[in-house]
């Protein structure tokens, strides 16, 4: 039984939409890609001394496991030249697995639901654009609910 995985895309090294076409592309081989949402571009958090982002939210049937799956995606980072030279840093290609169905998993490596997505615009909006209702299985809460539970800040803007 295959599970939906929603992921979180972002880059701001290089050209941005041509890293985040083509790791929906490498994503794609494995599984079903579903729904892509429109990419936004964002401003930076936490490290904000670096260009701006450019991210999408993707749904993801998938008959691997999300230890697996992640592997996988740190393979096609590492393919499309992510470095990890500053945490939070410049990226030319970042793959977070956000949600795996409704699992919880804590393990050296791996935190699903992704730990930080309930505080990150950047993450909310492109995701409410593909499943507004999908539920945070930790917080009990949609994604919807989340993204207007958010205070004013972090700039947020969908490009045409």
């Known amino acids: 039984m295959a599970t939906v995985f929603y992921l979180s895309l972002g ?13 929906i592309s490498r994503v794609g081989a494995l599984g079903r890609v579903t729904s892509v949402s429109s990419f936004y571009e964002t401003e930076p958090v936490e490290v904000t001394d670096q260009a701006w982002f450019l991210n999408c939210a993707v749904a993801l049937e998938s008959n691997e496991t999300p230890g697996k799956l992640m592997t996988q995606i740190l393979s096609i980072e590492k393919a499309l030249g992510r470095e990890r030279l500053q945490k939070k840093g410049p990226r030319t290609i970042d793959v977070d697995i956000l949600l795996a169905g409704d699992e919880i998993i804590d393990e050296s490596g791996l935190t699903i639901p992704h730990p930080a997505m309930a505080q990150r615009r950047f993450v909310l909006e492109p995701l409410a654009e593909i499943a507004p209702e999908a539920r945070h299985p930790v917080l009990k809460k949609t994604i919807r609910e989340l993204l207007a539970e958010l205070p004013p800040g972090q700039t947020v803007r969908k490009l045409r």
């Open 11 to 23: 880059s701001n090294v290089g050209d941005r939409e041509k890293s985040l076409r083509e790791a």
